[in-house]
Every structure is written in structure tokens, then in C-alpha cells.
């Protein structure tokens, strides 16, 4: 069956240090894989995308990889911020000709001050 | 910066009972689309409308629900008769000219409408 996992347990970590989030997909040929942030009560909101044939992206603090032979993406913020603290989805846009995003659980992600 | 608005932003209804969610998507955008996301689970996608007419629906978009876009501004989800189970949150989202040509779809959400249903 079709899977788009990430961890469901939240990630804590100190203010100052790199987060790494993790998702992995199972049984999907996504032509693009792309992050989101969501705050409680809120839509998601779009941070970062990459393509298939892209290793890594990077747009200020934050880094996508995608390796498409493990079927996976690692969304890394570096510098972390207690204002980061939100729950980070990924979602993925495949290669068919249908236009919905497919999103994964999403990781809750706390930084402490 | 444009937004997509949602209303009602929380709306409580009786099983049974018909509801309809509004949105306006952002003005120049092509594709538009309505997720749902039951308390602590994942965002789903429910349907997709592009050209006035559905592009693609999931499993959970079944008889009970249907979208229209009356006015070339205001895009619906109706509910006809609501069940426990649809209690949510609702998301509406579009899709811009640029990433809908580029494949990459980026997504704009709305804030979502959060449904009880008693």
C-alpha cells in the first residue's frame, strides 16, 4: 500500500541547534516533494520544494535532500528558533497527470529556549 | 500578499443537518481544491476542481458531498446530510498559473473551517 511516514513523536530540541525531520514514502514516484508548516488551529504553509533529479535545495536556515533510491526526504532547519516550533508536513506531487498533493503525518517539532 | 479566505471559521450543526463551507480563492488562481483534516491526523485530500468542473476526488468525497464555483469568486463544499464523522477541519487551497505549468503545484491554504458535528 501507499505510505508517506514521518515520525508521529515530537522532536524537542534546544534553541540553536539543527532539526532534522524525516519522511519516507513507500509505493509513490513523486515528481516533486515539497514541505509545509502548520501552526495549531491554522493551514499549512508552504516553505520548500524539490524536484525528482534534485538532491538538495536550500533557502535561508532550511535544507530539503530528497534520494529518491531510499524514497526519501530530510528537512533539516539549522540555527533553530523557538518561533520554529510548529508541526512540518511533507507532501508529495506525482508524476501522473492528477494535481493533488498527497501529505504525510506530519512531525510536531518544540524548541526550547 | 493574497490570501484564500474561508468562512465560517468554526460552524457547530446537528447529525443530519446540511452545511456549506465557503472560500475565495486567491483571484488569478486556476485550480482549486478542498482538504480535510480530522484532529490529530493528517491533512486529506478530498476533491479538485479546475474549468468548473471536478478533477479528481478521493474515496471520502462520496454522495454526500459536492463543490460548485456559483459566482467565478466564491468556491463551496456542501455537506448535504453531515455525520459524526465530518467533524473537522476544512481546507480550502488553489494553485497559481506558475507552479500549476511548472508541475510543481504549490498549494495556498485558507485557514480552514472547523466543523462540529453533535
Known amino acids: 500500500s501507499q505510505k508517506i511516514e514521518q515520525n508521529s513523536e515530537a522532536l524537542n530540541i534546544q534553541e540553536g541547534k539543527t532539526a532534522t525531520l524525516t519522511c519516507n514514502y513507500t509505493?509513490?514516484?513523486?515528481?516533486?516533494l515539497q514541505w509545509y508548516r502548520q501552526d495549531p488551529g491554522r493551514g499549512p504553509v508552504f516553505l520548500l520544494l524539490?524536484?525528482?533529479?534534485?538532491k538538495e535545495k536550500r533557502k535561508e536556515r532550511l535544507k530539503v535532500t530528497f534520494d529518491t533510491t531510499l524514497k526519501q526526504s530530510l528537512f533539516h532547519i539549522t540555527a533553530s528558533q523557538p518561533a520554529d516550533s510548529a508541526t512540518y508536513l511533507c507532501?508529495?506531487?506525482?508524476?501522473?497527470?492528477?494535481?493533488?498533493?498527497?501529505f504525510g503525518t506530519g512531525t510536531r517539532l518544540l524548541v526550547s529556549p | 500578499e493574497p490570501e484564500v479566505t474561508q468562512t465560517p471559521s468554526h460552524q457547530v450543526t446537528q447529525m443530519g443537518q446540511e452545511v456549506i463551507l465557503r472560500c475565495v480563492p486567491i483571484?488569478?488562481?486556476?485550480?482549486f481544491y478542498w482538504y480535510r483534516q480530522i484532529l490529530g491526523q493528517k491533512v486529506e485530500f478530498l476533491v479538485s476542481?479546475?474549468?468548473?468542473?471536478?478533477?479528481?476526488k478521493s474515496e471520502i468525497f462520496d454522495d454526500q458531498f459536492s463543490v460548485e464555483r456559483p459566482d467565478g469568486s466564491n468556491f463551496t463544499l456542501k455537506i448535504r446530510s453531515t455525520k459524526l464523522e465530518d467533524s473537522a477541519m476544512y481546507f480550502c487551497?488553489?494553485?497559481?498559473?506558475?507552479?500549476?505549468?511548472?508541475?510543481?503545484?504549490?498549494?495556498?491554504f485558507g485557514a480552514g473551517s472547523r466543523l462540529t458535528v453533535l
Open positions: 507532501a508529495l506531487k506525482m508524476n501522473t497527470g492528477f494535481q493533488k498533493l498527497v
Open positions: 509505493n509513490y514516484s513523486p515528481a516533486y
Open positions: 524539490i524536484r525528482e533529479n534534485e
Open positions: 483571484s488569478n488562481h486556476l485550480y
Open positions: 476542481f479546475y474549468n468548473n468542473e471536478i478533477s479528481e
Open positions: 487551497a488553489s494553485i497559481g498559473d506558475t507552479t500549476l505549468i511548472s508541475g510543481a503545484n504549490v498549494l495556498t
